[in-house]
């Protein structure tokens, strides 16, 4: 096989292994026409450098690799063109012939100098029949080349052209002074990341900037280095209000290579609340090391509506907020009467005595002086001022102690009333007496009232005889002595079988923790009626603890307290037997209890 054979298979299996990869590598896929111009020059330099190092296999090795992108950037040309890679190759055979007319023409060329200035000729004659215009061979110099190569061929070129410079690295020092020169910006709201959140503009609301918070830039030069040098630059960009105060900036670096024509560099700025600023026109300046290379501006124009959506916000706020301390001004006012009143919730109004029935029908109109042939129940009206009107509900109890006129207590009668918020008054009421008559004899009588225990007040009566003297018999304390109550939970007693200090034992039955446990009761009954002492219930949870109740006759009823339940007792003493029942409050416990007196 001879050698050009053998070189052929191999170009041939060269360029179907870089087609191949093209198609199936993902990197080479990715790959785009302007991609290729870095990895051909990084690749020419390995070659230069292979060969300053003189080492054969370094050399051969580079030449490939460069031979290599070579075919690469043919395929991916191929793929956006009528041309494939035989007709490169075919057009580059004919034009290495056409620029050689010594060997392939017959034209004399001695000299290497002979045969560039041929090999120039004709490649201003091939360049000025595609281009009737006339273009300078200046502006064929490949921008793609190392500056000072590049700075060395225009220089060439000038001189052949008839300009000879003195010095080019003028050229490029002149060049590097100035080596962006402005094109465009544009301006648009942005994430903090620079992704803008529109299209760009030239005008903004103030409340979209506020919003935003963030506005990117993006401005293109003129790289005036292009094909001289690479270099990094950092552009900054300084924005202004109308007053001419710098209120945000932000900067950017990129470095800028020889083969780029235009460079472009963006940021994103920080933007103050611009809904504080004023409204007009605002400067955006681009500087690179603090050389201002350009200065544009935007409008910032007032969002009325939102103005005035923010303006009535805050005034509603404000009037809410307004609102909020007088109603808690208010509710500090209302809570501290509220503390105030408790201490005294009803106001007492009047108390009034009249003749009544058992069932509390009046046989007379109010009155301080009964006639003891015609009165049969003594009756007491206590009406109040509800102080907790519309504040809170409460629940009062008022105790009337009846003291004849040797002082003798005759018997007590209680009313029970729950007041709710909308009572402005309530009145309790009572009655002692005998349906029959002849409860009470002529003379003086005081009737003590208590509130809830609490002694509140006094009022006497008189009963006066007639002139034909007392037709009852009864004498006040005795059994046929009976008092009543218009209340729910009111009773009266008389003093006839009041009970002395007791003390008894027994028995309680009913109690949620169950069984029978022992109980012991230590009963003071008073003068006026109401019963002090203590209640033992021997088992866990409960104990000792006070009794506070009333005694009328053999009747007895108390309540006692333990933990959050209130036991109410009510019982009955049968010679030296004092036994009863018991209900409790909120649970609901009944029971029955039975003790006997030591």
Known sequence: MSDDTDATQAFAKLLAVVTELRERCPWDRDQ????????????????????????????????????????????????????????????????????????????????????????????????????????????????????????????????????????????????????????????????????????????????????????????????????????????????????????????????????????????????PTMTDKPPGTYKVALYSDDKMLSQESFIVN??????????????????????????????????????????????????????????????????????VAKVLFVGWQVSFENRLYKLEPGQYRVDAAYIGPDGRTLGSVNDYQPVSMSMRTVTFSGRVGNSRGGAFLPGTYTVNFYLNGQYFGAKRFEVVADAGGSPYATYPGSSGAIGSTTGGGGSSSSSGSMLGPTIATGTISGLRSGGNPEMELRLRPQPNGFLHGELVIHQSGFGMTPVEGFVRGDHLQFQVPYGTETYYFEGQRHSDQISGTFESTPSGERGTWVTTAN
């Not at 215009?133 to 225009?154: F, I, N, Q």
């Open 32 to 271: 785009k026409l302007a991609d290729t111009p870095r990895h051909l020059i990084e690749e020419a330099y390995e070659v230069a450098d292979a060969i300053a190092h003189g080492k054969t296999v370094d050399v051969a090795e580079e030449l490939g690799d460069a031979i290599v992108q070579c075919l690469f950037t043919g395929v991916i040309l191929a793929e956006q063109s009528s041309l494939d890679i035989a007709t490169l190759m075919q057009n580059a055979a004919e034009k290495l012939i056409r620029r050689h007319p010594h060997i392939y023409a017959g034209t004399r060329a001695e000299t290497s100098e002979q045969v560039l200035e041929n090999w120039e000729r004709i490649k201003a004659d091939e360049r000025a029949s595609r281009n009737p215009d006339g273009a300078t061979s200046l502006a064929h110099v490949g921008r793609g080349l190392p500056s000072m190569m590049r700075a060395e061929k225009l220089g060439e070129k000038a001189r052949r052209a008839g300009m000879d410079w003195a010095n080019i690295r003028a050229v490029l020092a002149k060049a590097r002074e100035d080596p962006l020169e402005f094109s465009s910006m544009t301006l648009a709201l942005s994430t903090r990341e620079g992704t803008a959140l529109g299209a760009p503009q030239a005008q903004f609301k103030d409340t979209d900037l506020t919003n935003a918070r963030y506005l990117k830039w993006t401005a293109s030069f003129k790289n005036l280095l292009a094909g001289l040098e690479g270099r990094d630059e950092k552009i900054e960009a300084r924005f202004y209000d109308p007053s001419g105060l710098q209120i945000a900036s932000s900067d950017t670096n990129a470095f800028v290579g020889p083969a780029q024509i235009t460079a472009d560099f963006s940021g994103v700025a920080l933007m």
């Open 302 to 371: 007032q969002d009325t509506t939102a103005k005035n959506a923010e303006a009535a916000s805050d005034a509603a706020a404000a009037a809410a907020a307004k609102e909020a301390e007088r109603k808690a001004k208010e509710d500090e006012e209302r809570l501290a009467m509220i503390d105030e009143r408790r201490a005294k919730p009803l106001q007492l109004r009047a108390i009034s005595f009249l003749n009544t029935t058992k069932t509390g029908t009046a046989l007379s109109g109010a009155t301080d002086s009964f006639d």
